[in-house]
């Protein structure tokens, strides 16, 4: 056993014992941690940014893009920013030991179903240093202990930010092992993580690019809730308002390009789209989207460069626009079955019919109707933050915020039934 | 590729189609499928029978012991407890459709989480033909499609069934392939659903032994809802009512000794142990059990042989019990969380503060006051059967019924809003 097994074995066993105590833990001392990190995050700026000074200065010797060093760097703004998400994350209602279900069925025993902590969470990340606060807190509100894996360039960073954790958990009167963050660059620590350490980690939840979601999906011997990508679709059924359409397109798309909830591909049906792509388009281009269409669209919208059926399965993830024109709803539907990746899609339309049978047969953890893709988020959904938002068919679908990090079990009050 | 993994990869795809159709088939089809095939198996009585005599004829000339040949063996009576079974399970509500919750946040979106099926299940079993149809009967409840994978030795008797499950289904205007049972006996086809048959497959019930279950948890490349063992504790706490105890105990070990939720280690308070334990431990010697005792339970009952430390990791499954005496209620749910499998445990106490405290710090799937271990049971907990009890801490845990098969997405309703 290397020295490294050892050590993360170690971490294992720690989140285990600190799982114990913090499941045990009254929400009333998890509200306390999070707020007292909250503050410490605020006082604390001139200490990050100067361990982040050594992350970015480092990065930069080894040749980081300046899109991936804004990525890593914190400014005063965004360690405000860190500080607000922990302390909105505070203000959530605790999703613990709430009875979600209680019935009696024949034999007379009251069952209740509670909601309780799954355990030890494993994240992996990369070098956004604000994770390591969100993903604490979103685990010390749900009552899981939390082993957290950083990207390699922001570990100067997430170590100070895990210190404050650590006090702040300490000064709640929780275990400060509740968040453990892996304190080496070794890369070897993301496949031990990924073994589950002996069953200490529950469930690893990977936040980050495709090739880290894809590894983790492949290799993870543990549970994992993951999206792999966001390939959204924008809808505009033949009976969209025109200024409905263009207000929802330009967002979905244009918003913020780089999130997973950014449409890539506009659907449009055919006996509107003479009416409707114009003016959809004109509005995209102004904004400096690329546009991609098929035959028929560039029939409408000549500008348009041709695409091609490697468009229709691109997670863009940039200015750039996939457009297909449709028969009608059903093709739409199609079309999302067979190129999407069930994350979200929206239907723009003044057909309330048609909006529904939309809503009914596309099979995505989120269906939008006359809203931006965009909203696919869990601050939008009131969960006060998200870990990531799923696209698994098990547990969690859609954003993961707190509730969403628990399980449940059943509390069975008898008055000495047995059974036949 | 060879011929077998081709033709489970188009089993695979035909579920697929077959899981869409199903997911959009009206409650009464699904319900009109399951009446169908509970009168189908009525009626079908004597096919079934003769189906199965060749079953079993060729199980005793392969030298099965009688004990497997009975639970292989199909009776009238077990027929009908069958036909009984999928009616039962006709009548349970539809999940399908159902809002779990509806709320409308901050930037006004109206956001509704509606059940909606997993998709395809993979069920492999052993040499019970009941389970064919059972697990499917819970499949079409619940809208998913299913490929069944029964043991060999119960192949004749599982594809009798099968096919009126076929008809079942056609005849309600479902798709025939929304059930499809592996018709051969050859074991790379477990192997070959494991790997999830090219993303067909979204989760694999084992459900059989714990070296079946072991393998699936080991080698399935899909989600896995299962449990391991059933490593069950019955608590006597001090305020243990004795008639209420002694019913209690004697039900949750001898009523049927081979189910998951019998109790395997009996744990007695110090204080209680004398007046609890004699006629508690003479009801089980009368019962024609066997009782494995530590130093402590032996002073006191010592008839009792010594139990050693492998006897608290033991799932007998047989008409044995481990006993321990404990200082308190801590020492009880320090015995279960080191030794106990979190699938079911129970208190006798007429302390309702003890009660509750133990119902807290227990992190089992279930957990009784005053009740017998053996109600871990989809059925008894009204959910009209199960295909099995989960201890995972992701989706389901506890029985799985229709519902526990199911999974959600949001509908999010707007009036043209775009995110700032």
Request: aromatic residues 2%; glycine residues 8%.
């Amino acid at each position: 056993m290397t020295d490294l097994s050892t050590r993360m074995l170690d971490l294992g066993r720690r989140a285990r014992t600190a799982a114990v105590l913090l499941r045990e833990a009254p929400a009333a001392a998890r509200t306390r941690a999070l707020e007292i990190l909250s503050a410490k995050l605020t006082a604390a700026e001139p200490a990050l940014i100067a361990a982040n000074a050594r992350d970015v200065e480092a990065a930069r010797e080894g040749g980081m893009t300046e899109a991936l060093i804004d990525r890593l760097s914190l400014s005063p703004a965004r360690i405000a920013g860190m500080a607000e998400a922990v302390a909105t994350i505070a203000a959530v209602p605790d999703p613990l030991g709430v009875e979600t279900e209680r019935w009696t069925p024949a034999n007379g025993l009251d069952i209740a179903r509670v909601r309780t902590p799954i355990g030890v969470l494993g994240v992996i990340y990369e070098s956004r240093p604000n994770v390591t606060a969100d993903a604490a807190a979103l685990c010390i509100r749900s009552g899981n202990a939390a082993i957290l894996r950083c990207g390699s360039d922001c570990l100067q960073s997430s170590l100070a930010i895990a210190a404050l954790i650590a006090e702040a958990l300490a000064e709640a009167g929780l275990p400060a092992d509740a968040v453990q963050l892996v304190d080496t660059p070794d890369r070897e620590a993301v496949g031990l993580m990924l073994t589950g350490l002996n069953g200490a980690i529950d469930v690893i939840v990977p936040r980050g690019g495709k090739s880290l979601v894809a590894r983790v999906q492949a290799e993870a011997r543990t549970a994992v809730l993951s999206h792999l990508e966001g390939l959204n679709h924008t809808y505009l059924h033949q009976a969209a308002d025109l200024e409905t359409a263009r207000a929802i397109v330009l967002n979905a798309k244009m918003r913020r390009v780089s999130v997973c909830g950014a449409t890539e591909t506009l659907l449009v049906d055919r006996a509107a789209a003479q009416r409707l792509l114009p003016p959809v388009a004109a509005d995209l281009i102004a904004a400096g989207c690329e546009l991609r269409g098929d035959a028929d669209a560039r029939a409408i919208v000549p500008v348009m460069t041709p695409a091609t059926e490697a468009d229709w399965i691109t997670e863009y993830l940039a200015p750039i626009l996939a457009v297909r024109v449709v028969d009608d709803l059903d093709a739409a539907t199609d079309h999302i079955a067979r190129y999407g990746s069930g994350h979200t899609e929206a239907i723009v339309t003044t057909d309330a019919h048609a909006a529904e049978r939309f809503a009914a047969k596309v099979d995505s953890a989120i269906v939008l109707i006359n809203a931006s893709t965009q909203f696919a988020d869990g601050g939008e959904f009131g969960f006060g933050g998200e870990i990531g938002i799923s696209t698994n068919r098990l547990h969690a679908r859609g954003p993961v915020g707190a509730e969403q990090l628990t399980t449940y079990k059943y509390v069975v009050r008898g008055q000495g039934q047995i059974r036949p």
